[in-house]
């Protein structure tokens, strides 16, 4: 027994961080509330625990069948996102404190722990099995709202994550077959299979043409779900793409891309958990340039952007997830004032719109500026100038639209409480990361998967950053004075979406009565040819009609010889 203890302790520790949080979510819920949330909270603190305790280059393979799984593979890569995503899940927790939805509580952590192991899985099946785990669980943080929009929205949301599955297993088949091996490690775009996990990945990175569950779904989630979602769907892709695509450059384009629309949509919304959604696209646009570009710095800027995106994307819906939770609404035109009543929700929030939109001494100017500096170096001068233009882009509708219309603009006369202790917690926590890692960069960069030799804090930099940003601040102040602004209205912005919402249920109902009518036609016409055989037959055949009368034996001898001959004649 002595002896047994070590080597179970051992096989314990070698499955991947994250599976702790899946297998003890449903027991840790189902304790009473306070002690649940107690070791709810204890949970990714085991789990951080639990990484720090596997050095790099470990690794864990089991055989099932004719494969060799690598359930847990630990490198430098991989540990810096299980780092923030057992940060993530804490705030998300601690943020969650409050409410008593022991369905919601378990699916938050499943959904973690899933992400948290599908960055330690070191072949594709691995990947597969977290991957659609994270799928599964996390479209409950979205029904769990309980209001027709979400269960709809819900339902599509898992349609399409469960599609990105079926594509990265299809593309997994199609590699194992091509090279017999399911290694989780660079893929590249050569082969068909290829192709399908690149889209797969895609899929939940949001790309162009591919957005649209992000901006459905993540808005009618529940107040602490959509702090949840911000933080591991899109990121374990972020994560995919570096570890299977580094290099690639077709993504340079798309992250391009990803960083301009969004900002577009994003200045004319009205519901302000949709603004962070799409500015959230726009975020992931300069990961996958990162990740396109392929260099040590591009990649490390992309990590660090990452986690600092995490952090402060998470602050952000925090700040408005406490604003809908005291007035019921998160609608600009409706919102105002809430300073008064709200000032530590504001004062947090205000953190989150400078550190996303790049401010010295905070945590997106030490990580964004790396890949801006990467696309610099490699001569992507339109690149860099797309991502400047992002950046300005960013402080319009996150660094300003969010704490302006919600806590400032006009008063909208609410007065309403202060969030519950829980929330400010856990948003002072995040808020304290976004200015740490700001001021203290090196903190971040000592654990980036590659040396880092790069210094955000030059006076060149600092102030082309600055001049950028109170430029685009000073335009924000021009057309809101001049009332050039898009004004904050109750309205619908349609995107790409509405494709799959509008156009395919109305093609689909034309295709059905088109399919209803070619129906009756046909059932008609086979009643009516059913009808005249059922005619001929009485008319002929009949006992009472020609040839239902006795035939001759002379004549029945005939037929029987002459159908014989036809049967001799066949077998012949």
């Known amino acids: 027994m002595i002896e047994s203890s070590p080597s179970l302790l051992t096989s314990l520790l070698s499955l991947p961080p994250g599976l702790l949080l899946v297998v003890a979510a449903i027991p840790a819920v189902m304790l009473p509330h306070r002690a649940s949330q107690a070791a709810m909270m204890v949970l990714p603190a085991l789990g951080l625990w639990h990484l720090a305790s596997l050095p790099n280059g470990f690794e864990h393979d089991v055989s099932v069948f004719d494969l060799t799984l690598q ?59 977290w991957w659609e785990l994270t799928a599964i669980s996390s479209v409950f943080l979205v029904w769990a709202r309980k209001t027709e929009s979400a269960l709809a929205a819900g339902q599509r949301y898992l349609v ?86 580094a290099g690639t450059e077709i993504l340079i384009p798309i992250g391009a891309a990803m960083t301009a629309f969004p900002i577009f949509f994003a200045v004319i919304e009205n519901d302000l958990r949709r603004v962070l959604s799409y500015s959230l696209n726009n975020q992931l646009g300069f990961m996958i340039v990162g990740v396109g570009i392929g260099t040590e710095l591009a990649l490390n ?15 952000l819906f925090m700040a408005m997830g406490a604003v ?21 929700t504001a004062a947090f929030c205000i953190v989150g719109s400078i550190s996303i939109s790049g401010f010295p001494l905070t945590s997106g100017f030490v990580s964004k500026s790396m890949v801006l500096s990467a696309a610099a170096h490699q001569h992507y001068m339109w690149i860099f100038l797309v991502l400047l233009f992002a950046s300005a882009g960013v402080l319009d509708h996150s660094g300003i639209k969010i704490p302006f219309f919600s806590f400032f603009a006009h008063d909208s006369g609410k007065r309403v409480e202060e969030a519950p202790f829980n929330m400010r917690l856990a948003m002072a926590f995040a808020a304290a990361i976004c ?42 102040v021009f057309l809101w004075k001049m009332g050039w602004y898009p004004p904050e209205l109750r309205s619908v912005v349609l995107d790409v979406d509405w494709v799959w919402r509008r156009v395919l249920p109305l093609a689909w109902s034309g295709v059905s009565g088109v399919w209803i009518a070619g129906q009756g036609v046909f059932l008609g016409t086979a009643d009516r040819l059913r009808l005249a055989f059922l005619g001929f037959t009485r008319a002929h055949l009949s006992p009472w009609s020609r040839l239902g009368e006795p035939w001759p034996t002379g004549v029945t001898a005939m037929w029987a010889a002459a159908l014989l001959a036809a049967y001799l004649f066949i077998a012949y």
């Open 324 to 344: 809908l939770f005291r007035t019921g609404t998160i609608k600009a035109s409706e919102l105002g004032g809430l300073y008064k009543s709200m000032p530590w």
């Open 301 to 315: 800027g992309t990590v660090a952007h990452v986690f600092a995106h995490v952090i402060y994307k998470a602050l």
């Open 160 to 245: 399409i994550q469960v599609l990105s599955g079926l594509l990265l297993l299809a593309g997994t088949i199609l590699l194992h077959r091509e090279s017999g091996s399911i290694a989780f490690d660079h893929i590249g775009l050569e082969t068909p299979g290829g192709w399908l996990v690149f889209f797969a990945f895609g899929i939940k990175a949001a790309f162009p043409f591919l957005h649209g569950w992000m901006k459905d779904a993540y808005p009618e989630a529940t107040v602490t779900g959509t702090v949840f979602l911000s933080g591991f769907t899109t990121k374990l892709a972020i994560y995919a793409f570096a570890r299977g695509f």
């Open 71 to 129: 359930l847990t593979r630990i490198d430098a890569l991989s540990r810096v996102f299980g780092i923030v995503f057992h940060v993530a899940a804490f705030l998300g927790v601690l943020y969650a404190a409050h409410q008593k939805d022991r369905l919601q509580a378990a699916a938050a952590l499943i959904y973690a722990g899933a992400a948290i192991a599908a960055v330690f899985a070191g072949d594709l099946v691995t990947l597969f099995v």
């Open 435 to 476: 200015i740490g890692i700001g001021v203290f960069p090196q903190a971040l960069y000592s654990i980036l998967p590659y040396p880092v030799e790069y210094a955000p804090y030059t006076t060149t930099h600092v102030f082309t950053v600055l001049q950028l940003l109170i430029f685009a601040a000073l335009a924000f």
